[in-house]
């Protein structure tokens, strides 16, 4: 299956681009990949939010309501589906 891309440019304070290079290198990935790792974690985790909050509307109050592990749980089952970067 193909993926298709876009390219992105993005504009790096010159320390924190040489910072990022040598993790990259250490870890024996590309930076592009480096990249696509941070904002899938980022992706990962607003999605985890949102479910987290869907799940906290379905209670009578809020502050109350325990539904930090149907949350973890839903978020793992949709993640499980998602092809890896």
């Known amino acids: 299956m193909s993926t298709q891309t876009k390219a992105l440019t993005i504009r790096l304070p010159l320390k924190f681009h040489q910072a990022c290079q040598e993790i990259a290198k250490r870890r024996q990935i590309s930076l592009n990949a ?9 992706m990962k985790t607003e999605e985890y939010t949102r479910l987290y909050e869907a799940f906290g509307e ?3 109050d809020g502050e109350e309501s325990d539904v ?4 973890y749980a839903q978020w793992e089952v949709v993640s499980r589906d998602e092809p890896s970067t």
């Open 68 to 71: 930090e592990f149907a949350a």
């Open 34 to 42: 480096l990249v696509q790792e941070g904002l899938n974690a980022i």
């Open 58 to 60: 379905l209670g009578e």
